[in-house]
């Protein structure tokens, strides 16, 4: 982790003393420092803030998407809590979830692992090459997966075929289909998260390694030992990061197979999306937004606190 | 001690060759829908859909890319995709690097709340507020505008919490000095800590611009004129349920719509990898 450059910056500035002068009254400093906040705050009050408190609103309301809005209490909430097709989106979100987070997240870290050492031969062109994707936009690949798994003229179909393995038509089948909008995915994140691992890596003191050689540790004693433990944050963000991604899961969604087959990868953007945009049910689109903004605080918030702590730890 | 370091050598050597074994299995894995995309925008129709199907064109053609370019008003949405992506990431530096020098540089009153509300923002996820913010953006007539694609995005508490993570990070003593020299606190912003800045910046605006090029959803959302998408969302159209378009085309425009970011991101990877992996821990 890059403990010690973070606290550094989260320390609050040192004291200007005499300089503080120099920087005028405290009424010219707050004045200026808001000349230099209006534009961002202006942009994030009106295009976030805002639209948060007003999907709020409208998750009361039958709201049509015509102007017409009716307050209705709790309703949009209770159907949210009792409609078969949310409870599937749901559904399908957490195992969108469970098959990417472990998934994404243990190949990164494999690779870290692998890579983390200064003599492996051609090191940085791995790790050029295991981040490409990373900048390959989830529509693009959902084509080039679409296209290699295709049922008549996909190549990975074909080679597949010749080890012995019958996939089908992968994107029909109620089982593969999940399966196979989630390897887009891993494919597009893991180069991610695989940095991230590396960084951490990096900053474990090669002493600690030393040290455990000493002891007469192997190299799965030391990695259990020495490295797992001291990549434990960097291991707490990841997971927080890949489960919030997989939460939100759309694009390649949209693209692969519409939610399909049969709903079996309608996820709750995808269920957002389509009530709020085809069947322009506002007010329950907006409790149904309500209820992602909610898994996404929580999961922030246990981020937030789990940083929150390792920053005291440091600056104690 | 040299027979030790011997049996160290044996030790390493067939592990060593393992690991790049492995590395090499998967990193030819990743790079196989890429590899796809390339050869299939140069393959003839019959051999695109021939069987057995094959990585390597037989013979190379720029069919696809004349075909894509046909279906589509491409140049216009490649012009799109380079006005949306470039304009959020350009006025989303100028006012999130405002934002947050007065937040790492400046004593005010109300720093810490503001810098905490900041930070909850960054929580909420933009699929959660879509509806509301379309509503606004249409009752602004901006809906299939590019202000409609700009305005929403041009400032952000992430690059606000980045860019004020850097600046906490550089020296006080030049600007203290410059303000002694009578320089105002915007000259002390754009002629001291700006130029330190360059590196936070560049990663910033990458990913901003990686980001916004590839996002589909919001395009999606906010233009319904096919003139006005991204090339992100523009491809979408051509596939469909019937998939009618045939793949050659697709992986054409595919790799047109992919290409000016990878080059960006091939000439500077080093940093930008080394940057992405350190902004993600912050």
Known sequence: MHAPPTARRYRPPAPLGGRRRATGSPAGRNARAWAFLAPALIIIGLFVVWPMVSALRLSFMDASGFGREEFIGLENYLTVFTDPDVRDAVLNTLWYTVLFTPTAVIAALALALLLNSPRMPFRSFFRTALFVPFVVSFAVAAFAWSYLIDPQVGLLNHWLRGMGIQLGNVLEDPDLAMPAVVLVAVWKLFGFYFVIFLAGLQDIPASLYEAARMDGAGPWARLRSVTLPMLSNTMAFVLVFAMIAALQAFDQIYVMTGGGPYGHTQTLVMEIYESGFRKLDIGFASALSYVLLIATLLLSLVQFLFFGRKEKDLSS | ?282
């Open chain 2, 1 to 282: 001690m040299s027979a030790a370091y011997r049996t160290r050598l044996r030790d390493v050597r067939p592990g060593t060759v393992l690991a790049v074994a492995a590395l090499v299995a998967v990193s030819a894995v990743v790079l196989l829908p890429i590899a796809i995309i390339v050869f299939t925008a140069f393959k003839p129709v019959a051999e695109v859909n021939a069987y057995p199907p094959s990585l390597l064109p037989g013979t190379w053609t720029l069919d696809n890319v004349r075909e894509v370019t046909s279906e589509l008003p491409f140049a216009r949405l490649v012009g799109n995709s380079f006005l949306f992506a470039g304009g959020v990431t350009a006025f989303a530096l100028v006012f999130d690097s405002l934002a947050a020098y007065a937040l790492a540089r400046i004593d005010f009153a109300g720093r810490k709340v503001l810098l905490v509300a900041i930070i909850a923002t960054l929580m909420i996820p933009f699929q959660a507020t879509l509806i509301p913010l379309y509503q606004l953006v249409a009752d602004l007539g901006w809906v299939n505008t590019y202000a409609g694609l700009i305005a929403p995005r041009a400032a952000d508490a992430f690059g606000i919490f980045f860019l004020r993570q850097f600046f906490l990070s550089l020296p006080r003593d030049v600007d203290a000095a410059a303000r002694i020299d009578g320089a105002s606190e915007f000259r002390v912003f754009r002629s001291v800590v700006l130029p330190n800045a360059v590196p936070a910046l560049l990663t910033l605006g990458l990913f901003t611009f990686v980001n916004n090029w590839n996002d589909l959803l919001w395009p999606l959302v906010f233009t319904t004129d096919s003139e006005m998408g991204t090339i992100t969302s523009g491809l979408t159209l051509l596939t469909g349920p019937s998939g009618i378009v045939p793949h050659g085309v697709m992986m054409a425009g595919s790799l047109i719509a992919i290409l000016p970011l990878v080059i960006a991101f091939l000439l500077i990877q080093r940093r930008f990898i080394e940057n992405i992996a350190t902004t993600g821990l912050k």
